[in-house]
C-alpha cells in the first residue's frame, strides 16, 4: 500500500483483493501502479472509457490476486466503496448464515453484489440496489435480511435495557 500512499488506498474486499484509489490525476496514478506492480504476475493496466475514465490494474503478488481500481472521484463518493460498506453493514447484522449465503453465491461464480441481490431478493440492478441500501439505517437493514430469512443482529429491547442498566450499577 506505500507505493499507493499518495492516492488514499482503501482495501474494499476480499478475492481478488480490492484496493479503490483517489486518482485525481488518472496518468500519475497510471505511472505509479506500471512502477510498482509491473512485473508482478499477470499485470494487466486499463483504463475504462465511461465518464471519469478510471484506471484499473490486476496482477498477482505473493500469491494473491490483486485489483487497484482509481477514479477521478475520492474514494467515499466512489461506487466501490459505497458498495463495501453496505456490504460490511450488512454481514454485520446477518451474522454467520448470512456470511454463509453470501459465500454460497460467491462459490457458484457471482460477483460480490450480485451474490447480495440475490441472497437478499432485490429486483433491478444488483450494483444501484447496494447503493440505495447504503442510506438505510441498521432498523432498515434488519428489516430487509429478516424479510429474506435471516435474523439479523439486532439487540432485543431487552437485552438493550439490561445492557445499560449494567452500566449504572
Known amino acids: 500500500m506505500r507505493a499507493l500512499a499518495q492516492f488514499d488506498p482503501h482495501l474494499v474486499g476480499t478475492l481478488p483483493l480490492g484496493i479503490v484509489c483517489h486518482a485525481a490525476e ?11 506492480f509491473s512485473g508482478e504476475t499477470a499485470f494487466s493496466l486499463r483504463q475504462w472509457t465511461i465518464i471519469d475514465r478510471p484506471v484499473i490494474a490486476s496482477f498477482t503478488a505473493h500469491g494473491w490476486p490483486f485489483q487497484v481500481f482509481g477514479q477521478k472521484k475520492p474514494v467515499p463518493e466512489q461506487n466501490g466503496w459505497r458498495h ?3 456490504e460490511r453493514r450488512l454481514l454485520r447484522l446477518g451474522g454467520p448464515t448470512f456470511r454463509a449465503a453470501i ?5 457458484r461464480g457471482a460477483k460480490t453484489e450480485p451474490a447480495f441481490a ?19 439505517d441498521n432498523g432498515g437493514l434488519n428489516h430487509l435480511l429478516v424479510r429474506a430469512g435471516f435474523g439479523g443482529n ?3 429491547t431487552s437485552d438493550f435495557i439490561h445492557s445499560h442498566v ?3 450499577q
Open 166 to 168: 449494567r452500566l449504572f
Open 103 to 107: 459465500m454460497r453465491e460467491r462459490s
Open 84 to 86: 463495501f460498506i453496505a
Open 154 to 156: 439486532l439487540p432485543s
Open 26 to 36: 488518472p496518468d500519475a496514478f497510471t505511472a505509479a501502479l506500471w512502477a510498482a
Open 118 to 136: 440475490t441472497v437478499l431478493r432485490l429486483t433491478g440492478d444488483p450494483y444501484v440496489a447496494l447503493l440505495g441500501l447504503e442510506r438505510c
